[in-house]
């Protein structure tokens, strides 16, 4: 496997599930983002964490909740969602955390949540 | 605020046409500006600009920087149905590691 690998490309869930979201990296990188891109809307930053430490949490609900085991690995755990959370979840790594900060990101995960 | 806009917002062309994609911005301490192209899912980086003037090319695509007037464009020649997709938009501030996005412009290449 190369690059970032995200599972599952899409869930369905409903209001009162929890759910998680897993990304992997295979870039040897050292920092991992999650963002979310709604329809028609510019992506959103949610969570960024550099060396399993996280170092942005941008005002995101409590019901979303990262967790970066290691460099390597990312989740993102979902509980009690709302409708207005279905969405493409995307993940991305980056070599930096900041300066040329290019990210390659994953394929994404569609939610939906009824 | 911070703020990234894209334009236009959506775009039907036929094969072999150019298209010109533009972004303009403002933000505080500017680093890089990004391009990305999104086809199915993920986003793949296209181009980062650093300095303004400066041509940076990959095959039919090219992307200059103006950092007097706040803006950049991305010219795509002799379009292809492969062309088709989001192209995206991100401009890095200094000694931050959030990039932020304009909402995407979309092309459709029609045969």
């Known amino acids: 496997e190369t690059g970032v690998t995200q599972t599952p490309r899409h869930l369905v869930m409903g209001m009162t599930n929890k759910k998680s979201l897993k990304c992997e990296q295979h870039l040897g990188h050292n920092a991992m983002y999650w963002y979310k891109q709604s329809a028609k809307k510019p992506l959103e930053l949610m969570f960024v964490?550099?060396?399993?430490?996280?170092?942005e949490n941008n005002s995101v609900p409590s019901r979303f909740s990262p967790e970066c085991p290691n460099s390597s690995h990312l989740f993102l755990h979902l509980h009690t969602l709302q409708p207005e959370d279905s969405a493409l979840y995307l993940c991305a790594s980056s070599q930096t955390l900041a300066g040329a900060n290019v990210l390659t990101f994953g394929a994404g995960s569609r939610l939906t949540v009824l | 605020e911070d703020k990234v806009v894209q334009s236009p917002l959506s775009l039907v062309v036929h094969e072999g046409d150019t298209v010109t994609l533009n972004c303009s911005y403002e933000v505080t301490n500017f680093r890089s500006l990004l391009w990305y192209k999104q086809e199915k899912k993920a986003p793949t980086f296209l181009f980062m600009l650093t300095s303004s003037g400066i041509e940076k090319k990959s095959g039919r695509l090219s992307s200059i920087l103006d950092k007097k007037e706040l803006f950049s464009i991305l010219n795509i020649t002799a379009t292809q149905t492969g062309d088709s997709a989001v192209y995206l938009c991100?401009?890095?501030?200094?000694?931050?590691?959030?990039?932020?996005f304009g909402s995407g412009t979309r092309l459709l290449v029609r045969p």
């Open positions: 991100a401009v890095e501030m200094d000694s931050s590691y959030k990039l932020i």
């Open positions: 964490y550099s060396l399993e430490e996280r170092v």
